[in-house]
């Protein structure tokens, strides 16, 4: 009797070795081997990149923000509440509370919104009939309508361009100064209250002291000296400054600009300086020149040094293979080894050797 075995026992039943063609058993694999090469097959689809391990990757930190790093606290209450303004005041201040509660609420246009935001970088004063009640910090505020007002006073780093100006120096030359001063409010009440256009006089105020400051020093003095020049009218500028609620940062000179006429006048006398310095050192190296020649001709003119020369002509004169004569003069050979001459010996050994 056969068997055969079922549908579900074929299903799971497991791997098996079958008999090759060699003689060799194979294992059959599962579903996706390759049968004829004996290895599996390469997946098909999109092929995986190898993924930067967390070691890989480099970490950023990030520091927390801490209020106070965004812009100092300014926030105070001068506690004007407790004042009376009289019984016509109480009751624009009733009045004021009431509609400021229904305008509250949402959709009620006819009444005026309470609420009022203050942005960051700035600072919010609150005014009660005209007289400051509180700096705020940035935030929501509420306010009565119709008894406070809310004035809004920036505390950011700001940029004021000076406008260019025209300044004679001390060595009564004209040039024109471009500069630019960094500021901000440190007392917004000040700043506010105490004077009408803070940016305006600032300006002016820096302005007059760059002229005083330029018009006290010559032109050399101002091109070399900018920064010093700079720090100097800052020094002045803040002085003043610190009185309307204002610290001066920085106050920079951007350009010096000169007239035509000048330009080529300190062209001019620049390049003159270079030729008169390149004259002098021409006339510097002659003169060391010259004494080098000095120097030379003493140590030629000695009798050792002409009696050397006069050899060395004699030499030269034996070296040619012409038969000639040669006159020595008596000095040369006169006075022996001992004396101003060479002497004899020494004579025909020097010849001789030519």
């Known amino acids: 009797m ?35 090469e004996g290895r599996p097959q390469r997946p098909t689809g999109a092929i995986h990149t190898a993924q930067p391990t967390a070691k890989d990757t480099p970490l950023i930190t990030v520091q927390p923000i801490k209020r106070s790093e965004l812009q100092p606290s300014y926030a105070q209450d001068l506690g004007t509440d407790a004042l009376t303004h009289s019984f016509y005041g109480s009751m624009i201040n009733c009045l004021g509370a009431v509609a400021g509660g229904l305008g509250s609420i949402p959709l009620c246009f006819c009444c005026p919104n309470p609420y009022k935001e203050v942005q960051q970088g ?21 306010l009565n309508p119709f008894s406070e007002k809310l ?35 440190v007392s917004p009440h000040k700043a506010a209250f105490g004077i009408s256009d803070v940016r305006l006089a600032l300006v002016e105020r820096a302005q007059t002291t760059l002229r005083h400051v330029v018009g006290s020093r010559n032109l050399q003095n101002l091109l070399t000296d900018r920064e010093a020049v700079a720090a100097e009218v800052e020094q002045i500028v803040e002085e003043v400054s610190g009185t309307w609620g204002v610290k001066v940062e920085s106050l920079l000179l951007k350009d010096i600009l000169f007239s035509e006429e000048l330009q080529q006048s300190l062209s001019s006398a620049a390049a003159a300086k270079r030729v008169g310095e390149a004259k002098v050192i021409a006339a510097r190296a002659e003169v060391d020149s010259a004494k080098l020649m000095r120097e030379a001709a003493d140590i030629l003119s000695s009798p050792a040094a002409i009696q050397i020369r006069q050899l060395e002509a004699l030499q030269a004169m034996a070296r040619t293979s012409d038969a000639k004569t040669i006159f020595i003069p008596m000095n040369l050979v006169g006075g022996g080894s001992n004396g101003d001459g060479l002497g004899n010996t020494a004579l025909i050994q020097q010849l001789s050797q030519a």
């Open 2 to 36: 056969s068997y055969s075995p079922t549908s579900n026992e074929t299903a799971t039943s497991p791997n098996f070795n079958q008999q090759g063609k060699n003689g060799g058993a194979y294992n059959l694999g599962a579903e996706g081997d390759d049968i004829e």
């Open 122 to 142: 700035s600072v919010g004063l609150v005014t009660r009939f005209g007289q400051l009640k509180s700096t705020n910090d940035p935030g929501l505020l509420k």
């Open 151 to 185: 004035r809004i006073v920036d505390v950011k780093i700001q940029l004021c361009q000076i406008p260019r100006q025209n300044i004679i120096t001390r060595d009564n030359v004209t040039v024109e100064v471009d500069s630019v001063v960094y500021y901000h409010v």
